[in-house]
């Protein structure tokens, strides 16, 4: 039995799978198995992971699913594992030769770690490194919840968490189509001590739709519905930290507001801004709403 299982969930990722393949195959640290889920990839996925499975007799197990989307792909991938760790790589990032290693020094630290995460690099399509990328990873450890609930920091492929973890907080919510990893960790950091190695270890991929967060009110108002839901789920956490929470969903609403107003959308930005104003009063809050009745 591997100690670590690496869950790697692909959808038509033929182009990058085999080099995020092989960034695990060419790990330092050895002990771990690999478990390819394609979630119904029309592309030539299967092909090429079977050609990777000659090559590497026993290393590689792939998994066929119809297309369900991250949360069940991964859900598979952990139900198949059999390491004591699972460490979670998107099929189009890269880890670095000695990110499982260092990770796993932090474990070996700390008994009491739950999972670990590690800082990274963000590159293009090409693989070159995007210096002016705005996402920051904030390297904290410990109890992080509340850094987490404050600012979704944790990247899914920087990840490596024991598998108890899993039988104490359960499998990733298949009921969410986008946030899925983010409500994800806000459990995990609810339950389990976070470490940290504050280095880059591996190669985060940003696509040119994500630079341009054309879905920007989709992944606010999933955020929002996030947070909200794990309020209303721990409420004692959430009356032991009220102000911070609030304030958090304030600047979300606020935010949000902010872009719709860019965007000519007045009426549904009032909406945002009146909502902002029930979690925070704030002068600057009350200014925009007046923009919201300016003429277009």
Known sequence: MNNISVIIAAYNNASYLKEAINSVLNQTYKDFEV???????????RALVESMQSVHPGMIQYIYQQNQGPAPARNAGIRAAQGKYIAFLDADDIWLPDKLARQMECFQRDPETGFVYCDNIFVDENNSAIDNY????????????????????????????KKE?????????????????????????GRYKAGVVKEKLFRRRVHANSLSRQDYLLDAKNELLILSLYSRDNLSYYSQHKKSIKNRLAEINFSLAYRLLENGRNILAFYYLF????????LGTVKNLFLCFAPL
């Open 35 to 45: 478990i390819v889920v394609d979630d119904g990839s029309t592309d030539n996925t």
């Open 134 to 161: 705005v996402r920051k990873i904030r390297l904290v450890e410990g109890d992080i919840l509340l850094e987490l609930f404050k600012d979704f920091f944790i990247i899914t492929s920087g990840v490596i968490l």
């Open 165 to 189: 973890c899993v039988e104490k907080i359960g499998l990733f919510n298949e009921k969410l189509l986008v946030g899925e990893d983010y409500e994800y960790f806000l459990r995990l950091a």
């Open 275 to 282: 909502v902002s104003l029930t979690y925070k009063i704030s």
